[in-house]
């Protein structure tokens, strides 16, 4: 009932009151993994990416082999433009689903950034290794085109 409830709140935008009725139904349902992903869900709606990370990291321990709770995990990085932890949990998403193609799209997109990032701070050699694992991945992925690209504008520090 406190899940149901909890979703019909979400969907009306009450958050706040949607996490109290999961954090219920989590006190009822101890190590459910729905229960604690939906309110992992909540915090992340919220922006609180720390209680979020705690939440998915607590569900990863319970069901390790489920690649959509480690590309939750990942995407709690991504959204705090920490793009090379992001790109491991992606990786770890990947390996154990590697027909969901948004993984592997996500693996390069952080990539890039990553060695964006590495290029902007004044780290051309390791940017460019970045770029070229990006590049590596999947030639026709446009993420990966642009880390080519970029690749060759560094050329060889």
Do not use: H
Request: net charge positive; charged share 35%.
């Amino acid at each position: 009932a406190y899940k149901g409830r909890a979703y019909a709140r979400r969907k009306l935008g009450r958050v706040d009151d949607a996490l109290a009725d999961v954090s219920r139904a989590a006190d009822l349902m101890k190590d459910e993994p729905g229960t604690i992903s939906e309110a992992a869900r909540l915090y992340e709606e919220k922006k609180d990416y720390g209680k979020a990370r705690e939440l998915y990291e607590k569900v990863t321990a319970i069901k390790p082999k489920d690649s959509r709770v480690w590309g939750d995990l990942a995407d709690i990085f991504k959204k705090q433009k920490k793009f090379r932890k992001a790109a491991y949990y992606y990786g770890i998403a990947y390996s154990l689903d590697p027909e969901y193609a948004k993984n592997l799209d996500n693996i390069i997109y952080c990539m890039y950034q990553n060695a964006a990032s590495l290029e902007k701070r004044g780290e051309p050699k390791q940017a460019l290794a970045q770029y070229r694992r990006a590049a590596a991945l999947d030639s026709s992925n446009p993420w990966a085109e642009k880390a080519a690209a970029a690749a060759l504008s560094i050329g060889s520090p």
